[in-house]
C-alpha cells in the first residue's frame, strides 16, 4: 500500500490562507488474493466507507485517486 498527497505547503505551514491546503491523494494498493475484480471492488468501496481518514477528508473536499490492483497468489 502507497499513499502519498499532492498539498500546497504555505497552507500546510499556515504562511497565507489556504483553505485546501491538502489538494488531492493518491493510494495505490496491490491486493494478492485468489479473489475476483468485482471482489476486489467492493472490498474497495467497503474500505472507503468505513475508513474514518478517507471519510474525514473527502468531507474536507479533498479529492482521492486510487489504483488497485488484483495479483494471483503463487
Known amino acids: 500500500l502507497t499513499v502519498w498527497a499532492e498539498f500546497d505547503p504555505s497552507g500546510i505551514w499556515g504562511?497565507?490562507?489556504i483553505t485546501k491546503p491538502i489538494?488531492?491523494?493518491?493510494?495505490?494498493?496491490v491486493v494478492t488474493t485468489k479473489e475476483s475484480e468485482k471482489r476486489l471492488k467492493?472490498?474497495?468501496l467497503e474500505t472507503q466507507k468505513r475508513d474514518p481518514m478517507h471519510n474525514l477528508l473527502k468531507k474536507a473536499g479533498v479529492k482521492f485517486k486510487e489504483?488497485?490492483?488484483r495479483v494471483q497468489p503463487s
Open 15 to 17: 504562511l497565507h490562507h
Open 23 to 29: 489538494i488531492v491523494v493518491h493510494v495505490e494498493a
Open 42 to 44: 467492493a472490498l474497495r
Open 67 to 69: 489504483k488497485w490492483t
